[in-house]
């Protein structure tokens, strides 16, 4: 009896432990593939501030974007939700005035950033 225990032990205890095994080899492997840093090069960008520029960006706003759907009409970060449970929605003031992060961003950050392995 003791022997078929120990053998009925040892047939599950091997691919326990085998699976162990391969979930802390995944978890590691996976953790160093989710914390890479990549070196990413991104051009340089000439922001244009003419009149024509402005009328497209203002078009992009107010069509195609849909920026005002969650950051007000004027871009002003409108509160959408106050939830007791889930807590406040307020998306980002857009504007260079007071509050607003549009005067701390450079041509640079309106540029789309990629990573690619």
Not at 13 to 26: D, E, I, K
Not at 28 to 50: F, M, P, Q, S, T
Not at 70 to 85: A, I, R, W
Request: hydrophobic letters at 45%; a negative charge.
């Amino acid at each position: 009896m003791r022997k078929t225990v120990k053998w009925i032990g040892i047939v599950l205890g091997v691919p326990l432990a085998l699976l162990v095994l391969a979930v802390v080899v995944l978890l590691l492997l996976g953790g160093r593939r989710v914390n890479k840093e990549y070196d990413i090069d991104v051009a340089a960008v000439a922001v244009a501030n003419d009149a024509g520029t402005i009328a497209r960006g203002k078009h992009y706003v107010e069509t195609l974007g849909l920026c005002q759907e969650c950051h007000g009409e004027n871009l002003e970060g409108d509160l959408l939700e106050d939830d007791p449970v889930f807590g406040a929605l307020a998306p980002s003031n857009l504007t260079p005035g007071n509050g607003g992060i549009g005067g701390t961003l450079a041509d640079i950050d309106y540029v789309p950033q990629f990573a690619t392995a």
